[in-house]
């Protein structure tokens, strides 16, 4: 299983933007970037996506290196329901068991109003 | 109307008991699975099966039997249950197990919290 990195935990204040970081030294070049997120007592839900090129949609932006080895999940304006913690994952493109995600430690964000 | 729901949310049992844990998905998904994440928040890949059929088995105990008898459930079975089975346990779904359209969205439902005493 392909490897990530994230900090344990981060902080933001209520409205502003927030940056978390994942590293993914060992990416193959067909191997898609996921962020999940787990809100407390829920199950893990889909934030965003990406390959190559950065992604945008209504919850998050997904900032990719050009070499892949980093990428960067922003969320524009934290809210207090952003309160989670972000997991980070690398899975193989179609035409494999997609869901076979492998979900690290991931980073613990807290929002304070 | 929830779209990957399990039954039931809070389970505590005896050692040495079985217990069934069930699973049904309302998205018309051709793949589902079974996650349990431990008392350290890791979130591991059990099972995975794709129109009844499995397609994913990591190793897991046989004491752990998945079951779908169609492809809107997918049950989790556990005989002879043990201290170290106490986890919460997430099911999902996916479009199929090729990629979920273009989202490659898994859904899971809201787990299912098992401790055995």
């Known amino acids: 299983d392909a490897k990530t990195t994230q900090p344990n935990s981060m902080e933001s204040n209520e409205e502003e933007p927030v940056h978390l970081p994942c590293n993914h030294s060992t990416i193959s070049g067909t191997d898609y970037i996921h962020w999940y997120r787990q809100l407390p007592s829920q199950g893990p839900e889909y934030v965003i996506h990406?390959?190559?090129s950065n992604v945008n949609n209504r919850m998050a932006s997904l900032a990719i290196a050009e070499d892949r080895k980093s990428s960067t999940l922003i969320l524009h304006r934290a809210t207090l329901r952003d309160a989670a913690v972000y997991y980070c994952?690398?899975?193989?493109?179609?035409?494999?068991?997609?869901?076979?995600?492998?979900f690290g430690r991931g980073t613990q964000l807290t929002v304070w109003p | 109307d929830t779209a990957v729901s399990q039954t039931p949310k809070y389970l505590v049992t005896q050692m040495g008991n079985d217990k069934s844990i069930k699973c049904e998905q309302n998205l018309g998904h051709d793949t589902m699975y079974w996650y349990k994440q431990d008392s350290k928040k890791f979130l591991k890949i059990m099972f995975s099966?794709?129109?009844?059929?499995?397609?994913i088995n990591e190793t897991v105990p046989n004491r752990f039997s998945p079951k779908s008898p169609d492809k809107a459930h997918l049950n989790l079975h556990i005989n002879s249950l043990e201290l170290g089975d106490s986890a919460v346990y997430f099911c999902?779904?996916?479009?199929?197990?090729?990629?979920?359209?273009?989202?490659?969205?898994?859904?899971f439902g809201e787990g299912s919290r098992l401790t055995v005493l």
């Open positions: 990406g390959l190559t």
């Open positions: 099966y794709n129109n009844k059929e499995l397609i």
């Open positions: 999902a779904s996916s479009q199929d197990r090729l990629a979920s359209g273009l989202t490659g969205e898994l859904f």
């Open positions: 994952i690398l899975s193989p493109p179609r035409g494999s068991t997609l869901g076979r995600l492998y």
